[in-house]
């Protein structure tokens, strides 16, 4: 569970459907254990210190439930969320329909372009797999070229790097933020340098 003694920098929703490996990437990327049955999450909520790039920060792992009767709880974490991981099955097909719906509820919530990872988990389970490589990559164009995993929770294949991408997508948006916020503020003093200017031209009297 969450340390609740830090605050945390970057908040991440994990989203998908039921059975999909939400719990287990989020417990292989915090603690390093692997969840082999399958219990129908709830709610939880985990927090960990990670350095990226030389930097630390304290990041937020909100774990979705898959059910429908959650969904409410999924709209208060996507409200709070910084980043947003989705993530479906290689071993079902169907679960790839699914977030469809889950992105467009993100992007009319948030009302803004945030950080989304496409993530293809069971990568190991090979003999089952019903998801060929092309459908998590086409996928992942047709969103905008999002960045796209293919995982295993058992393993640990690509759990790390998945978790960094999205502290690295947030970085970024937040720079991005602070520059524009800036220029905003340069325009608007410009504009007011020039209006003060007008002002005292008019004051100008030619004798």
Not at 16 to 36: H, I, N, P
Not at 72 to 82: Q, S
Not at 181 to 196: D, F, H, Q, S, V
Request: aromatic share 6%; with cysteine.
């Amino acid at each position: 569970m969450a340390d609740k003694d830090d605050a945390a920098d970057i908040k991440i929703v994990m989203l998908g459907g039921g059975g999909v490996g939400k719990s287990a990437l989020t417990l292989q990327f915090v603690k390093g254990e692997f969840l082999s049955t399958y219990d129908p999450t709830i709610e939880e909520t985990y927090r960990k210190t990670m350095e990226v790039d030389g930097l630390k920060s304290v990041i937020e792992i909100m774990d979705t439930a898959g059910t429908e009767q959650f969904t409410a709880l999924k709209e208060i974490y996507m409200k709070a969320g910084n980043a947003f991981i989705l993530v479906f099955s290689l071993t079902h097909l169907g679960s790839v329909n699914e977030l469809g719906e889950l992105r467009e509820q993100i992007l009319r919530l948030k009302g803004r372009k945030v950080p989304l990872i496409l993530v293809g988990n069971k990568s190991d389970l090979k003999a089952d797999r019903q998801c060929p490589q092309e459908v998590g990559a086409n996928l992942s164009r047709l969103w905008g070229k999002i960045p796209y995993y293919e995982a295993s929770a058992r393993k640990g294949t690509n759990v790390d790097e998945i978790f960094e991408d999205a502290v690295r997508q947030c970085r970024a948006m937040e720079t991005s933020t602070q520059l524009d916020k800036k220029k905003r503020k340069e325009g608007l003093a410009e504009i007011r340098g020039k209006g003060r200017m007008g002002l005292d031209s008019k004051k100008c009297v030619v004798m």
